[in-house]
């Protein structure tokens, strides 16, 4: 596995990932703090899912994480998952332990991370277009 990027996102992030020829993945990151709040509104229109991504590492942000996981479920009733990142160093929180903390119900994946490696994120990825494929067929049945 090789890294993927050594910076952090400083205004925001954009991605294209080609699943087969019928099937476009675009993806947009954008930072978590506050001061970018203005951005997430316009990146939730015609969103079929997110990604949390949180620094299991560092409890103090998990408030902060939390609160930015409402808005975003408040501005599209979307699929998602969460992302417990920096699964690597030894501090981190099990993302069990990150779902009690943040009140992640149980219905929805919370997932181990590094997102300094390729393979990581990508089952993380994978992982949301299998939650939003679920969600797709559930609303055809």
């Known amino acids: 596995s090789r890294v993927v990027k050594e910076e952090t996102t400083v205004a925001m992030d954009f991605g294209r990932i080609t699943i087969d020829q019928d099937l476009v993945l675009y993806l947009f990151g954008t930072p978590g703090q506050k001061r970018f709040d203005f951005m997430w509104e316009i990146l939730s229109e015609g969103m079929l899912g997110f990604v949390l991504m949180v620094d299991s590492t560092k409890s ?82």
Do not use: M
């Open 60 to 141: 103090e942000t998990f408030r902060e994480a939390r609160q930015i996981l409402d808005v975003f479920k408040k501005y599209a009733g979307v699929p998602y998952v969460v992302a417990a990142n920096k699964q690597d160093l030894p501090d981190a929180w099990s993302p069990e332990d990150l779902r009690i903390a943040l009140r992640i119900n149980s219905d929805v994946k919370v997932l181990p991370c590094v997102a300094r490696d390729k393979e990581s994120v990508k089952h993380v990825l994978l992982e949301l277009l299998y939650t939003i494929l679920e969600s797709l067929e559930e609303g055809v049945s």
